[in-house]
């Protein structure tokens, strides 16, 4: 039987749904290896996992030996990103099968693929197997094809992949009237998040009387300023700070909302939240940068799309609020694309797929979805 083996530097709950699908179907023959414990900051906001609950994990620092095993002998390694290289070249060289799992690896900026220092670590683990037919690039992210692209490594080996929070069959009968609109923003109060976008918005819409509410789903640096400017603002009745709330404590909020703001930059990676708020039957207003953007939004049909610009997203928000018709038919879109696609059952499903062609000697990828082809997407910074 098919045996798989996934390592990363530690489980959460975004991997886990993937992860809980694939032991569905391998049992023991599919484990997750962690290869360090979560760091103190994740936990805080929430992330932290039962350990010794779950069946299919393995600790690296605990039982090294073991799970040298597993990476050895399994018939398929997922590699996602851990420290341990001296783990995972062994066998590339022996050509056993792996599959890499990266975000963006020049995120701050693909000027950063002429340094020197950084190009001598990306031959050794990327662009020396460019030719090898057992290594692929799963693309966690919509701009991760163009930043491997750019150092010519994996051609035409590299496919979509992503995170897949747990799917909830959603009970459309939770969403209020929308005589008041309900929208939701989660995450870390932070720069790149540009959660100050949120509270603008919430001025421009009490100045033109327009009935709301936004909850505020997070804490950070930026929280005191943020608070601040609520009450200067006069927004208190408007704007509600929940601090940070548990994974399903978030979800039962965006199934009571209409609209799901995601603000982030270039800067976010993928931008989980997004496949939850579209879980919710959340109308998308979602920073076409964000790496999850281009993956799962198509724009004006399962969500909206901005460029960056508080400009853009007051417009694309505004469009909203003057359809509420189109709130709903971009909430129900993007419910059906989670449900038929970009989760973690059909993932799965991909994967085992993948398998199964490499070993008959084809690789025939799906239309769209995970392990569909990634196709080379230059990410544009806001200067350009």
Request: proline share 4%.
């Amino acid at each position: 039987m098919l045996k798989v083996t996934m390592i990363s530097n530690f489980i959460n709950h975004h991997q886990m749904p993937f992860c809980e699908e694939m032991f569905k179907r391998l049992g023991d023959n599919f484990t997750f290896i962690q290869t360090e414990p979560m760091e103190q900051e994740r936990a805080d906001m929430g992330w932290s996992v039962d350990e010794e609950q779950i069946a299919y994990l393995r600790l690296l620092y605990k039982d090294e030996q073991e799970c040298k095993r597993l990476i050895n002998d399994c018939d398929m390694l997922l590699v996602g990103w851990q420290e341990r290289e001296d783990l995972i070249l062994p066998r590339i060289k022996a050509g056993k099968l792996t599959l890499r799992i990266s975000e963006r690896i020049y995120r701050e900026g693909q000027w950063k693929a002429v340094s020197p220092r950084g190009l001598i670590r990306k031959y050794k683990e990327h662009i020396r197997f460019r030719k090898k037919d057992n290594v692929y690039m799963l693309c966690n992210g919509a701009y991760v094809a163009s930043d491997f692209n750019l150092i010519k490594a994996y051609p035409k080996k590299m496919f979509k992949f992503g995170y897949f929070p747990r799917f909830r069959e959603l009970n459309w009968d939770l969403k209020p009237s929308m005589d008041s609109l309900e929208f939701i923003w989660a995450g870390r109060f932070i720069e790149l998040k540009h959660p100050e976008y949120i509270v603008r918005l919430a001025a421009d819409m009490a100045d033109l009387g327009i009935d709301f509410r936004i909850h505020f789903v997070g804490s950070g640096p930026m929280e005191d300023m943020l608070r601040q400017r609520v009450k200067e603002g006069e927004l208190e009745d408007n704007v509600y700070f929940y601090g940070f709330l548990k994974p399903e404590e978030v979800r039962d909020l965006m199934d009571h909302c209409h609209i799901h703001l995601f603000t982030s930059n270039y800067l976010e990676g993928w931008g989980a939240v997004v496949n939850e708020g579209m879980n919710s039957g959340c109308a998308e207003v979602v920073c076409e940068q964000v790496g999850a953007a281009p993956y799962l939004i198509k724009h004006g049909i399962n969500g909206l799309l901005f460029d960056g610009s508080y400009e853009d997203f007051r417009i694309q928000v505004f469009s909203l609020v003057e359809d509420r018709e189109l709130i709903l038919r971009l909430g129900e879109r993007a419910y059906d694309t989670i449900a038929d696609c970009w989760n973690a059952s059909n993932a799965a499903d991909q994967i085992i797929r993948f398998y199964e062609n490499y070993a008959n000697g084809k690789i025939e990828p799906p239309r769209e979805g995970p392990l569909s082809v990634a196709r080379v997407i230059r990410p544009l910074l806001p200067s350009e």
